[in-house]
């Protein structure tokens, strides 16, 4: 398997515009999770999906950022509008029962 | 809720042992996780125990766990240069979700 794929690698756009962030997990994963990273707070989980339905979203920042997942196989995480503060690192991550939490190499996302 | 807490940062020489801690405070967690992130890169799950295990061994690291003080540790044998990163600690739920990280642990190797 090749492990779990995000998309873009790295964003760079201005504040106000849509962003959408992707995901594909592990196949045969049943979570999937969405995390930010920052020096200033470090990893934070913003919302994870069992079984394709969302079960704790109380990390998303505000009413900017949504998240879906349709399939097993695919989750967008997106941002509208986008301001400079959401710049961070952004992870998807997927997981099978207590097996640990599988990580993308995450998306970059710079907002100017 | 769960909280997980780590040393910030842990400098050792090259050959000697490390050995990371984290403590946390949900008794009921079930997984405990250690990753290991190197720069730039995401994630990587080193290893894991379960809460009914006290030890577990996987070639140079060792995860000892003390349930009654909710500790954990990692410990790395021979560090190298290569294991230079930061370290995190990760404590689940007991169906494998709700996963918490701790605030990591930078791990600098000196020659």
């Known amino acids: 398997d090749a492990g779990v794929i995000q998309s873009p690698r790295h964003e760079v756009t201005e504040m106000g515009q849509e962003v959408t962030l992707r995901c594909k997990p592990i196949?045969?994963?049943?979570?999937l999770f969405w995390y930010r990273q920052t020096m200033m707070r470090g990893l934070e989980l913003l919302i994870y999906?069992?079984?394709?339905?969302?079960?704790?979203d109380s990390g998303m920042p505000e009413d900017r950022f949504s998240a879906k997942m349709p399939n097993a196989s695919f989750s967008t995480l997106k941002i509208q509008p986008s301001e400079p503060r959401d710049s961070a690192v952004y992870f998807c991550?997927?997981?099978?029962?207590?097996?640990?939490?599988?990580f993308g190499q995450g998306t970059r996302l710079t907002v100017v | 809720g769960e909280d997980v807490e780590q040393s910030l940062f842990l400098s050792v020489r090259e050959g000697d042992s490390s050995v990371i801690n984290c403590t946390y405070t949900d008794s009921s967690s079930t997984y405990l996780y250690w990753y290991k992130q190197e720069p730039g890169a995401g994630l990587q799950l080193l290893t894991y125990i379960f809460s009914n295990m006290d030890m577990k061994q996987d070639q140079r690291l060792t995860v000892l766990l003390n349930k009654k003080d909710k500790h954990l540790s990692l410990r790395i044998a021979d560090t190298q240069t290569g294991d230079s990163a930061i370290y995190f600690c990760a404590a689940a739920d007991n169906y494998g979700q709700n996963f918490v990280f701790g605030p990591g642990t930078r791990l600098s190797v000196l020659p």
């Open positions: 991550a997927s997981s099978l029962s207590g097996w640990g939490a599988f």
């Open positions: 999906f069992n079984n394709n339905v969302p079960i704790d």
């Open positions: 196949s045969g994963h049943n979570s």
